[in-house]
């Protein structure tokens, strides 16, 4: 079974220019979930696609943005690129009920963002 | 918000000994906690995790424990190897929704020696 696929692994944007990231839960999953690493903040929480919608969002401005699709496939898009936006992007699925319920949270190998 | 605290932040062990890694969390109504394990250049791996309604779980060499009194959990590793080496992070899933949101510790360098 295939697990948690993310694109590109690696790319290079300008400082304004707008960036998309894509991920490919593990199927069978419903629930997609975005986060932020880097150094200085370690692993923040983006935001949560359910079903289309998003279910849960962090504290990150509206430059960060996301859609989920019919198939549970899903981007992220950061448009107005800082320089502060330099971070690897991971992705995590899971089937989409509540943790207490046994939903188990899975992560991509995520997308490392430089920006220049 | 829920706040996750993480200690310690390196830990150098010998192979083969024990390894134990402390995280409290701060929101009484988080009710799961997933132990993930990064190495270089790679995504989290689930390594283990526990509920709230669970004191103590174990997975061959590795066992969490959870003290919902004092918000407190830990990782433990027994007879470590040098493929244990990695950074460790802690999480927390806390309300309301309880689903794919998770609030993580600042993470633990573990380095098996040799």
């Known amino acids: ?5 993310q694109t590109p692994r690696y790319l290079i944007k300008t400082r304004g220019q707008q960036v998309t990231l894509s991920c490919s839960p593990i199927s069978g999953h419903r629930s997609v979930s975005w986060y932020q690493q880097t150094p200085g903040q370690g692993l923040q929480f983006l935001f949560e696609y359910f079903s289309e919608t998003q279910r849960n969002k962090g504290n990150f401005p509206g430059r960060f943005s ?3 699709f019919s198939n549970s496939r899903s981007e992220m898009n950061v448009s107005t690129l800082e320089l502060g936006d330099s971070a690897l992007y991971l992705c995590a699925s899971s089937l ?4 207490s319920s046994g ?4 992560f991509g190998e995520g997308s490392w963002l430089t920006v220049v | 918000g829920e706040n996750v605290e993480q200690h310690p932040s390196t830990l150098s062990v010998q192979e083969g000994d024990s390894a134990v890694i402390k995280c409290t969390y701060s929101d ?3 009710n799961y906690f997933p132990w993930y394990k990064q190495e270089l250049g790679k995504g989290p791996q689930l390594i283990i995790d526990i509920r709230s309604n669970v004191g103590e779980k174990k ?9 919902k009194t004092a918000k407190h959990f830990s990782l433990h590793i027994t007879e470590t190897q040098p493929e ?7 999480a927390a899933s806390p309300p309301p929704g309880n689903t ?14 040799p």
Request: charge should be positive; charged fraction near 15%; proline fraction near 0%.
């Open chain 2, 59 to 67: 997975d061959q060499r590795i066992a969490v424990t959870l003290n």
């Open chain 2, 84 to 90: 244990d080496s990695a950074v460790y992070f802690c």
């Open chain 1, 66 to 68: 996301g859609r989920q």
């Open chain 1, 96 to 99: 989409g009920g509540t943790v």
């Open chain 1, 103 to 106: 939903n188990t949270i899975y």
């Open chain 2, 100 to 113: 794919g949101k998770l609030i993580f510790g600042q993470g633990t360098t573990l380095q098996v020696k």
């Open chain 2, 28 to 30: 009484s109504a988080s």
């Open chain 1, 1 to 5: 079974k295939a697990g948690v696929t």
